[in-house]
């Protein structure tokens, strides 16, 4: 089993920036997609991003393309989660999500192991 850490949440301003951090256990992290998603008060989790093992490929929700950027450094098994201009509707609980065979994918099923969340919220 993975286990996986996040930090970084708080509370922010529209507009304003965080960055959430994810430390992953083990020694094939370099071997992991990771994936970041959310819930929000009343809905269902939601992906935001991905990144693949070897960084060469990345995807992200619409609704945070070109304000989120992830990334990842393998040497010190940590998933990073950069997100810029905020909205009050990115107000969530954030969740690090490993797929141990090295697979990205919107949908939460694929992960296998999961962080016990960071919470976000941005004021209007």
């Known amino acids: 089993q993975v286990q996986l850490v996040e930090s970084g949440g708080g509370l922010v301003q529209a507009g304003g920036s965080l960055r959430l951090s994810c430390v992953a256990s083990g020694r094939t992290f370099n071997n992991y997609g990771m994936g970041w998603f959310r819930r929000a008060p009343g809905k269902e989790r939601e992906f935001v991003a991905a990144i693949n093992w070897r960084s060469s490929f990345t995807y992200y929700a619409d609704s945070v393309k070109g304000r989120f950027t992830i990334y990842r450094d393998n040497a010190k098994n940590t998933v990073t989660l950069q997100m810029n201009n905020l909205k009050p509707e990115d107000t969530a609980v954030y969740y690090c999500?490993?797929?141990?065979?090295?697979?990205?994918?919107?949908?939460?099923?694929?992960?296998?192991?999961w962080g016990q969340g960071t919470q976000v919220t941005v004021s209007s």
């Open positions: 999500a490993a797929d141990r065979q090295g697979q990205i994918s919107t949908r939460s099923l694929v992960y296998d192991d």
